[in-house]
C-alpha cells in the first residue's frame, strides 16, 4: 500500500511540477515581457505541455515550431530579445522556487524530513529528465525542442551555469533538510 501512495503522490508531484514550469514562462510572459492576456495561452493538456503565443494573423505558435514563428512573434513584444532568457528559464526558475519553498514549509512545519525529501528529490528527477531529454532530441533531430536546447542556441554559457545552480539549489537542499 505504501508504494501506491509513493507512486500517486510522484504522478500528482509531476503534474503540479508541469503546470508551474508552464506558470513561469506564462509570468514571465505576461508581466516582464509585457504580452497581453489575450496574446499568450497556457496549453496543459496538450501535448508537450506549452504556453503558445497568438501571432498577428490570430493562429496560436506553439514554441518549437520549425518555421520560427513563435520567435517571431516573441519578438515583436521584446524586440532586442532582452528578456528572452528570462522567458526560456521561467518554468525552471517558478517551479523550483515553489517546490523548494513546499519541501522547506514541510521540513519545519511539519517535521517531516521523508515528504520534503521526496518533493526536492522528486522535482530533482523531473528536471534531470526533462533536460537531458530536451538535449537528446536536440542532438538527434538538430533543432531545439525545448527550453534547454533553445536557451544553448542564443546564451550558451548563461544556460550552462544556469543548469548548474539550478541542480546544485536542489542537491544542497535535499542535504540541508536531511542532515541539518
Known amino acids: 500500500m505504501d508504494i501506491l501512495f509513493w507512486l500517486l503522490g510522484g504522478y500528482i508531484l509531476l503534474l ?3 503546470w508551474f514550469h508552464e506558470l513561469g514562462h506564462y509570468t514571465v510572459g505576461r508581466f516582464l515581457v509585457r504580452i497581453p492576456k489575450e496574446n499568450i495561452q497556457i496549453r496543459l493538456f496538450q501535448y508537450p505541455a506549452h504556453v503558445a503565443l497568438r501571432d498577428q494573423d490570430k493562429n496560436w505558435i506553439k514554441p518549437n515550431d520549425e518555421e520560427g514563428n513563435f520567435v517571431r512573434t516573441y519578438l515583436t513584444y521584446d524586440p532586442g530579445g532582452k528578456r528572452s532568457f528570462l522567458f526560456v528559464m521561467g518554468g525552471f526558475i517558478l517551479q523550483s522556487f515553489v517546490f523548494l519553498c513546499i519541501a522547506f514549509a514541510i521540513n519545519y512545519s511539519f517535521d517531516n524530513v521523508t515528504l520534503a525529501n521526496f518533493i526536492i528529490g522528486g522535482s530533482f528527477v523531473f528536471n534531470i529528465v526533462y533536460i537531458f531529454g ?8 538538430r533543432i531545439p525542442v525545448g527550453d534547454i536546447s ?8 548563461k544556460s550552462v551555469l544556469f543548469i548548474i545552480s539550478l541542480l546544485l539549489s536542489y542537491g544542497a ?3 540541508y533538510i536531511g542532515f541539518y
Open 16 to 18: 503540479i511540477h508541469i
Open 134 to 141: 530536451d538535449l537528446m532530441v536536440f542532438l538527434w533531430k
Open 150 to 157: 533553445s536557451a544553448f542556441q542564443f546564451a550558451p554559457i
Open 173 to 175: 537542499s535535499y542535504v
